[in-house]
C-alpha cells in the first residue's frame, strides 16, 4: 500500500535551516508529480511546493527562495531544505503526490517549530 514516512523536523530558532525527508513507497514514485505540504494549528493543510517527475519545481510565495525541493527517484525519496526559517513556518510538514493525483493515505507528518 502507499506509504509515506517523514523525517527530519524540529525545533530551530528564526533563521536556522532544517532539512526534511520523504520516503515513499508502494507507488511508482519516479512517474508522479510530488509535493510538501503543511498544516499549522488550526489551519488547513497546504500545499508549499512541488516538484514534477521531470523535476520542475513550483513554490507557494511564502517559501521561495528559502525553500529548495529534491528527489532522488533511485531511492524513492523527496527532500526538503528550509533555510532563513520564520516562526510562521512552525507546522506538521507532510509528503504526498501533488494536485490531482494525491493519495488518500499519509504519513505521520515531521513537526517543524521556529522560536526563540
Known amino acids: 500500500q502507499v506509504q509515506f514516512v517523514e523525517s527530519g523536523g524540529g525545533s530551530v530558532q528564526p533563521g536556522g535551516s532544517l532539512r526534511l525527508s520523504c520516503a515513499a513507497s508502494g507507488f511508482a514514485f519516479r512517474f508522479y508529480a510530488m509535493g510538501w505540504y503543511r498544516q499549522a494549528p488550526g489551519k488547513q493543510r497546504e500545499l508549499v511546493v512541488g516538484i514534477t517527475s521531470g523535476g520542475i519545481t513550483t513554490y507557494a510565495d511564502s517559501v521561495k527562495g528559502r525553500f529548495t525541493i529534491s528527489r532522488d527517484n533511485a531511492k524513492n525519496t523527496m527532500y526538503l531544505q528550509m533555510n532563513s526559517l520564520k516562526p510562521e513556518d512552525t507546522a506538521v510538514y507532510y509528503c504526498?503526490?501533488?494536485?490531482?493525483?494525491?493519495?488518500?493515505?499519509w504519513g505521520q507528518g515531521t513537526q517543524v517549530t521556529v522560536s526563540s
Open positions: 504526498n503526490a501533488a494536485g490531482g493525483d494525491k493519495f488518500a493515505s
